[in-house]
């Protein structure tokens, strides 16, 4: 189909929020829909800190984080399929619905690609590791977990794009939404960032993470009620994959809850990459570091993110301009990312190459600058990252090695979360949000299944009947 100024339905983002939502819509014939997107096709998608012994070039768009797949396409792809994590959906739609969701996102990531073990189900060995982890303090949520792949992450939503295609929706790439148009309280379109109008019944905004800033400053030039979500913000953990293999193997990525002793704040393992890669992306203008693994290519490290949630009340309004802030000092000290040896944080000195090079941790992050976390994070972060550190040592022994490795700063920005009904609409009609960008979301899954509801919602209306949350 080719572009148009009109479209029953434009949806703004193509990660799997957006994604899910156009194969949902696509399946009743006729009905006008478009994604826009202001990154590239996935196959133009090109990182060059993605090279052996390359940097990140700083570009904008960055290629990781915005175009055909948006995040998830370069994420290794696990498919949490439980309604206990990644998201708000439970409180929104109720565990059962959530639960049905999720069982569909999964079945349709299994056609779009090939069969991948569930990792986690439950069994002795598991349940005496919850036992382990609660005499150190820690929780563990053990949750079912289908591990795609960094390479077919790529491949499934390559597939997916062709079939949209093949379907006649119109996906519009290097396109950038400034402004989502209104008319009377209901939805009008939107327009582009050349100025171009494009009219839609109706709009799914799914901009991602990366796109939080501006669905915030949308939200507030369309006078949207906003709920502040909380900034995490913490480092990325690399050590020796056998030190964690005994659980890796089991639950592949355990998820371990704690609350520290100084602070009484919540801290959390995020993103564990068995026999990974550490990686770099850009949140806007700010480098932050991340992790991914493949599901044919292994290096002899396991990383992963370790967290510390924090939210803020009044005065202050926005946690995302002060986890920048914090990610743009270690850019300032290091060009880049930092990369520390624990031993050397806790003795208060800097990692330099000689320090680093004694370690008996290889970096797979080979663009990473050696030097001292103490100078970015906050004493509070710290010291609550050193506490779980040393908790995970007793589940794990060697996790708080002196040769563990710390890369900063992880941060993870959820925009503040939109005021949604059952069907994610928002407060002007005809304009639903969906996907980690409205806040309602936080993984792959349940920002597929949020797709699903907007989508089916539109239906209902466009066909003529009443929606399930009205």
């Not at 890796?248 to 009484?264: C, G, I, M, N």
């Not at 290519?297 to 914090?326: C, H, M, Q, W």
């Amino acid at each position: 189909m080719q572009p148009s100024s009109s479209y029953d339905v434009i949806i703004v983002g193509a990660g799997p929020a957006g994604v899910f939502a156009a194969i949902e819509l696509s399946r009743q014939a006729g009905l006008r829909v478009a994604i826009l997107d202001k990154g590239p096709d996935i196959d133009q998608r090109q990182c060059p800190a993605r090279q052996p012994g390359k940097k990140c070039r700083n570009c904008q768009p960055c290629a990781i984080l915005t175009g055909w797949g948006g995040a998830g396409a370069f994420s290794d792809g696990k498919l949490t399929l439980s309604p206990a994590v990644g998201g708000h959906l439970n409180e929104i739609l109720g565990e059962d619905r959530t639960a049905s969701l999720i069982r569909e996102v999964d079945e349709t990531y299994l056609r779009f690609g090939e069969p991948r073990p569930i990792y986690g189900q439950r069994n002795d060995e598991i349940e005496s590791l919850e036992k382990r982890a609660a005499l150190s303090g820690l929780r563990v949520v053990s949750v079912p977990i289908r591990h795609i792949g960094t390479e077919h992450c790529v491949d499934t939503m390559r597939m997916m794009r062709d079939e949209l295609l093949r379907r006649g929706v119109v996906i519009r790439t290097r396109t950038a939404v400034s402004r989502i148009l209104t008319d009377d309280g209901h939805v009008a379109g939107v327009e582009t960032g050349d100025g171009e109008r494009i009219e839609g019944s109706a709009v799914i905004v799914a901009p991602g993470r990366e796109g939080a800033s501006w669905l915030k400053a949308t939200a507030r030039e369309l006078g949207l009620s906003l709920a502040r979500n909380p900034v995490d913000l913490g480092v990325r953990v690399e050590l020796p994959a056998t030190v964690l293999e005994p659980i890796t193997r089991l639950v592949y990525e355990s998820k371990f809850f704690y609350y520290s002793r100084a602070f009484d704040d919540q801290v959390r393992t995020f993103c564990m990459c068995p026999y990974g890669e550490v990686s770099t992306e850009f949140a806007g203008d700010v480098m932050t570091v991340n992790g991914h693994s493949f599901a044919h290519r292994r290096t002899a490290n396991t990383n992963f993110a370790i967290l510390v949630s924090k939210n803020f009340t009044e005065p202050f309004d926005d946690p995302i301009a002060y986890g920048k802030s914090i990610a743009r000092l270690a850019n300032l000290l290091s060009g880049g990312i930092l990369v520390q040896r624990l031993g050397d944080l806790e003795a208060g000195r800097r990692t330099n190459s000689e320090r680093l090079e004694r370690s008996i941790v290889t970096p797979t992050l080979l663009s990473a600058t050696p030097g001292d976390l103490n100078l970015v994070l906050p004493y509070r972060y710290v010291v609550n990252i050193l506490e779980m550190l040393h908790a995970l040592d007793e589940v794990a022994p060697g996790v708080a090695s002196r040769h563990t490795l710390l890369y900063g700063v992880e941060a993870k920005f959820y925009s503040s979360r939109l005021r949604l009904t059952a069907d994610l609409e928002t407060e002007v009609e005809g304009l639903y949000a969906c996907g980690d960008g409205a806040g309602v979301t936080r993984g792959l899954v349940q920002a597929s299944a949020s797709g699903l509801v907007a989508a089916r919602a539109i239906l209902q209306r466009h066909n003529g009947h009443p929606e399930e949350g009205s």
